[in-house]
């Protein structure tokens, strides 16, 4: 898995282990790693896996050189990632250029190292007592087809961190970044506007400071000790080792994502990922065959994800997403994970009627998969013949449109429709 020609070469992705300890344990394991060669009983029931994904591992998408994670003693206490040293300043963007912004933002009382008051973790933490969220977020990057992992986020709405530093004048934008060592071309930073800061429909989703995952400290791998999280985005928006908060007057977005060519403002894209663990498998003739795969609650929810299997002699050239064949295929439904136990599954001390997304009686999502979440899918196949065959899934969202679309381009979320190959031996 590659990151993306349009990103930093300074990016790389690291991939942790890749399927999780299921149910079945150890055949699963193997059998992830595609080295089963000799045909191998078929798993009585699909495998799914762990729907919190513990935080070691997420597929870690960090730039940085050295990566700011691999930081250790002096180092990391003098790059603020300590839970003791950490400070965030926050300060106005002195920026003005015309004709588009004549007069530069302002703060009331902006926090900084020099000031003596740049924002702290027992500070935020405080904050939290009061105006603490916790929301189940998907973490996908806009240029990987494989989601990275699935937390419990918990923080404070960034909102409410802003209102610590008074009367703010001529805001449009907040600008943030992470640490980024001492090289500025490492800098990477996000944006939200004015109004996706403060303002949140009834019911939708406040962008925040994270410091806790799953239910302990937000690993220092993560991005902590408080990484921003923007819950309908991908990966890019939430960023790791938040240290620098500026609110600004110029009203463009300038990510990081932004230059390399991805739609800075996308939302995470309904769309189902195939496991990789069926790829290269041999299952004996006769017995069923699981197709798995997770499926996320993009923008525009998930109505079902559907399944084609069809057996392939030779090489078969790959199939656009357009291809007639596939948009007339006989496509089946797949059925969806059983939500969990809420109050199991989420951890200690988490009122499942309190986490964003989730209804406020009953404590349980408000969409299945939840809202900018995932949940595992599957199909059972039986009476296959011996042979060699192509499994394929796809959502449809509850606009009707079939996964990749309705946009034209991967540059705002990858979501091609995926293939595995596996093969039924006589
Ligand atoms: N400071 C910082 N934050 C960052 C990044 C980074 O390189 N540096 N990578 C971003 C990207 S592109 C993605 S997809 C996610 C990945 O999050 P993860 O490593 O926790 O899975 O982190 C985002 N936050
Ligand atoms: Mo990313």
Excluded at 21 to 50: D, I, K, M, Q, Y
Excluded at 223 to 239: A, C
Excluded at 382 to 409: I, M, T, W
Aim: proline share 10%; glycine share 8%.
């Amino acid at each position: 898995m590659n990151p993306d020609p349009d990103e930093s070469p300074a990016e790389a992705v690291s991939r942790r282990r890749f399927l999780h300890t299921t149910a079945l344990g150890a055949g699963a394991a193997a059998a992830g790693l595609g080295v089963a060669s000799a045909a191998e009983p078929a798993p009585a029931a699909p495998e799914f896996r762990p729907f919190l994904t513990p935080d070691a591992d997420f597929f870690d998408v960090s730039r940085g050189n050295p990566k700011p994670h691999t930081l250790t003693g002096e180092a990391l206490v003098k790059a603020r990632l300590t839970p003791e040293s950490w400070r965030c300043e926050i300060t106005a963007d002195p920026f003005v250029e015309r004709p588009h912004t004549k007069v530069a933002a302002t703060l009331e009382t902006p926090l900084t190292l020099d000031g003596g008051n740049a924002l702290d973790l027992p500070a935020l933490r405080e904050l939290g007592q009061k105006h603490e969220v916790h929301f189940l977020k998907a973490m996908q990057c806009l240029n990987i087809d494989t989601p990275l992992g699935q937390g419990l986020w918990t923080g404070v709405p960034l909102r409410e961190v802003l209102g610590l530093c008074g009367k703010m004048s001529n805001v449009r934008r907040v600008y943030y970044r992470g640490f980024h060592n001492d090289n500025p071309n490492q800098i990477f930073q996000s944006s939200v506007s004015y109004t996706q800061c403060f303002e949140t429909a009834p019911g939708d989703l406040p962008v925040f400071l994270a410091y806790r995952l799953n239910g302990g400290p937000l690993s220092l791998e993560r991005g902590g000790p408080v990484r921003m999280i923007v819950p309908w985005s991908h990966g890019y928006k939430s960023i790791k080792w938040l240290r620098q908060i500026f609110v600004t007057n110029d009203p463009r977005n300038n990510d990081t994502y932004a230059e390399g060519n991805n739609d800075p403002d996308s939302f995470l894209k309904t769309a189902a990922y195939v496991d990789k663990s069926l790829e290269g498998r041999k299952f004996p003739a006769g017995q069923a065959v699981h197709l798995t795969g997770q499926v996320i609650g993009g923008l525009s929810g998930v109505a079902r994800v559907e399944f084609w299997v069809r057996r392939v002699e030779g090489e078969p050239p790959p199939l656009a997403d357009d291809a007639p064949e596939l948009l007339g295929a006989p496509w089946q439904p797949c059925e969806l994970e059983e939500q969990p136990d809420w109050q199991t599954m989420l951890p200690d001390g988490v009122d499942p009627r309190r986490v964003l997304a989730f209804d406020s009686r009953r404590g349980v999502p408000l969409a299945w998969p939840p809202r900018y979440g995932m949940c595992s899918y599957f199909a059972t196949v039986k009476d296959l013949k011996p042979g060699r065959y192509e499994a394929r899934a796809r959502s449809v969202d509850l606009n009707g449109y079939a996964q990749p679309e309705p946009r034209p381009l991967q540059k705002n979320g990858k979501n091609a429709i995926q293939v595995r190959r596996f093969e039924v031996v006589g």
